[in-house]
């Protein structure tokens, strides 16, 4: 009964450690067009404002499945990714369509922004380049807002969002 009983704490333990870690958020879902408000992905809710999603028989060539995330032109379009257990922002795919495009990344814990990172993608046009958390790097947040510039300054479209699970919430004082 004891191996039994301590068969099953394992397989728990294990199941709780695949389900904690790093998650890649790529857009999936959707279909190519205007993304939805809401949509599920890996545990996560992520709202859109003036977003687009390309395939690859548009553009899409991301670098976490073949969709990718792009505001629609000349918008402020927002991506914001949100679950109810804290998490840190890992890094971003970043791809440059012209110009030097930035991407505006801020984490914020409850109503309070924890920190702001700003990426610009430079390179060869329709490569992706991985971003890392640079002020937001071991953050503990509940909500990240990402804001793609697409206009005459430059465009870019965005894949592959590395979350990884908050393994303990700082200690209060």
Not at 40 to 56: F, K, L, N, Q
């Amino acid at each position: 009964m004891q191996r039994w009983i301590g068969g099953l704490a394992c397989l728990w333990l294990m199941a709780s450690a695949a389900a904690a870690g790093q998650v890649s958020i790529g857009f999936e879902g959707p279909g190519e067009g205007p993304a939805p408000i809401e949509m599920p992905e890996d545990g996560y809710r992520v709202v859109t404002r003036d977003m687009m999603i390309s395939s690859p028989t548009k553009s899409g060539n991301g670098s976490d499945g073949p969709n990718e995330i792009e505001s629609a032109m000349n918008t402020r379009g927002a991506v914001a990714i949100l679950r109810d257990a804290p998490f840190v922002f890992v890094s971003l795919d970043w791809q440059t369509e012209t110009g030097a495009p930035q991407v505006v990344v801020e984490g914020y814990l409850g109503e309070m922004l924890v920190a702001r990172d700003r990426f610009v993608a430079r390179g060869s046009h329709d490569a992706f380049t991985t971003h890392h958390a640079g002020a937001l790097a071991g953050q503990i947040i509940d909500r990240l807002i990402l804001y793609p510039q697409r206009d005459g300054s430059g465009m870019g479209a965005l894949d592959r969002v590395i979350l990884e699970d908050a393994s303990e919430l700082p200690e209060t004082s």
